[in-house]
């Protein structure tokens, strides 16, 4: 990808550097909503909802942005393996951040609790109550989201060793568009 190489679509990388904070807020929040039991703990959950509706939302406008506007290419000399990683990688992050948010406000559909995003909304419930799916989604929501933190370290490992090692264009072209 060095000479001549494109970069992502200014909606791309908006999305993208937009939403990364939100996920690692998210994946904070959610470490420390498990680990508190004091009044942090209903602060914590009172953030951790309506983040993670608008993370499902603008996970949909990525999701078309980037069916609309094809990613660069990925650099000719990156082995195969490489490349399925990457492709992979990309997609399980896609799908979990589109995922975690309907499993999180279907468990509090089944459970009974309501999802607050401001003062006088809030969302009606997707599911019925029922504590048998409850239980259920929780453990997936939770699991699921191990899995996204794994998949979020992997995407920054590979970043960095696109940045800093290979120094292929990869990162730039997220990182800073068309500019030199």
Do not use: E
Not at 35 to 47: E, K, N, P, Q
Not at 85 to 99: I, K, T
Not at 121 to 148: K, S
């Amino acid at each position: 990808m060095k000479a001549g190489h494109v970069h992502f679509s200014l909606p791309a990388r908006f999305f993208h550097w937009l939403m990364a904070p939100f996920v690692i807020a998210m994946l904070f929040i959610g470490v420390g909503m498990v680990a508190t039991v004091s009044r942090l703990h209903l602060t914590l959950i009172a953030i951790h909802r309506p983040l993670g509706i608008a993370i499902f939302v603008l996970v949909v406008l990525r999701l078309i942005v980037r069916i609309t506007h094809r990613p660069p290419p990925l650099p000719a000399d990156m082995p195969g393996w490489q490349r399925c990683m990457a492709l992979g990688s990309h997609w399980v992050l896609y799908l979990l951040l589109f995922a975690m948010p309907l499993i999180g406000w279907s468990m509090l559909s089944a459970g009974g609790f309501p999802v607050h995003m401001f003062p006088g909304f809030d969302l009606p419930p997707i599911v019925p109550q029922n504590p048998r799916l409850y239980a259920f989604l929780r453990g997936a929501h939770t699991w699921l989201a191990m899995l996204l933190f794994v998949t979020f370290l992997a995407h920054l490992a590979a970043a960095m060793f696109h940045g800093l090692i290979r120094r292929d264009g990869v990162f730039s072209s997220m990182a800073r568009g068309n500019r030199g």
